[in-house]
């Protein structure tokens, strides 16, 4: 359940990224870089990757437990 509640909210805050996107500055404009969270959305992908990792291995486990 816990990793769930960290994955969902994970799962917010990519979705609230979505409004950096969307007032950014156009493509090609030399501040939309500098506009974007992009240090953030690899640290929530950095975070997503491990907590896959994670839950599998709980599953593995679990799958060895019952059999």
């Known amino acids: 359940e816990r990793l769930n509640a960290m994955r969902d909210a994970l799962g917010t805050?990519?979705?609230?990224?979505n409004l950096a996107w969307e007032s950014a500055p156009p493509v090609?404009?030399?501040?939309?870089?500098?506009?974007?969270p992009g240090d953030r959305l690899e640290q929530i992908y950095r975070d997503f990757s491990y907590l896959t990792r994670w839950?599998?291995?709980?599953?593995?486990?679990?799958?060895?437990l019952f059999l």
Do not use: D
Request: aromatic share 0%.
């Open 13 to 17: 805050q990519l979705m609230n990224l």
């Open 28 to 36: 090609g404009s030399p501040t939309r870089l500098n506009m974007l």
């Open 55 to 64: 839950t599998q291995q709980i599953q593995e486990r679990a799958a060895q």
